[in-house]
């Protein structure tokens, strides 16, 4: 059992993370503690400047574990201080990264669907919007843990001019879901495991595959409605 799960983590890995900066193991090796502050950096980018490349589930994940393995310390006290303070800064960097998106989507508007570009590709603009028309403001919720869609959103809400209290509401409470979910539960397999945040590798399939029970529950849920209409 063990050999098959190193030879799927081989064989995935590579895919999965791509580059170094992908992997929050070497985040952490090459930037030590300071990672919890670049942390909140790609937080924000990712969830409001265009730039769907990295990564955010992984790196939450990954941060919780660390916290709980004492591999990053940036407060004083103990590790659940460290976590409050996780908790708050990542949910307050994921926010204001959709507020930004949001408000360059109401500014910029249609442009942006005309602008055919290296990262922001009409395709991805399409399919969120169809994203965001089928669930309207549960989008901004369930939105957060579904890649890709994550960093388009907000801005497909702009574009249409969601009305702005709305929007901050539902985008404040899938910051805090998706925040504290994925944050949690790595701080808390590594408090149970400690031995998890010494293989991150094996840790990131776990949370990759969290990451895409969204998608294939709406695949389920579409296909089970298909078959009915038939």
């Not at 030879?7 to 992997?23: E, R, T, Y």
């Not at 990542?90 to 442009?111: D, H, K, M, Q, W």
Request: proline residues 5%.
């Amino acid at each position: 059992m063990t050999d098959s799960v190193t030879v799927m983590v081989d064989l995935i890995q590579p895919l999965l993370l791509g580059m170094d900066w992908m992997d929050p193991a070497w985040l952490l090796e090459n930037f030590g503690e300071q990672l919890f502050w670049l942390s909140l950096v790609i937080i924000f980018v990712e969830c409001g400047l265009f730039f769907p490349f990295l990564p955010g589930d992984t790196l939450l994940f990954a941060m919780g574990l660390f916290i709980a393995g004492e591999r990053i310390d940036v407060f004083e006290g103990p590790a659940a201080v460290e976590l409050v303070a996780a908790l708050v800064l990542f949910t307050l960097a994921a926010f204001l990264g959709n507020v930004s998106g949001y408000e360059i989507g109401r500014a910029i508007g249609s442009p942006l669907y005309e602008r055919e570009g290296r990262v922001l590709k009409r395709k991805y603009l399409d399919q969120t919007s169809a994203f965001f028309d089928k669930h309207g403001n549960k989008a901004l919720v369930i939105g957060r843990f579904v890649p890709f869609v994550r960093t388009y959103v907000t801005v497909v809400a702009g574009v249409t001019r969601m009305p702005r209290p709305r929007f901050l509401l539902w985008s404040a409470v899938g910051a805090v879901l998706w925040v504290l979910s994925i944050t949690l539960l790595g701080y808390f397999l590594g408090a149970a495991f400690p031995a998890l945040g010494e293989n991150i590798d094996k840790a990131i399939i776990l949370i990759l595959a969290f990451s895409v029970l969204p998608i294939i529950y709406e695949w389920w849920k579409h296909r089970r409605q298909a078959s009915r209409a038939i």
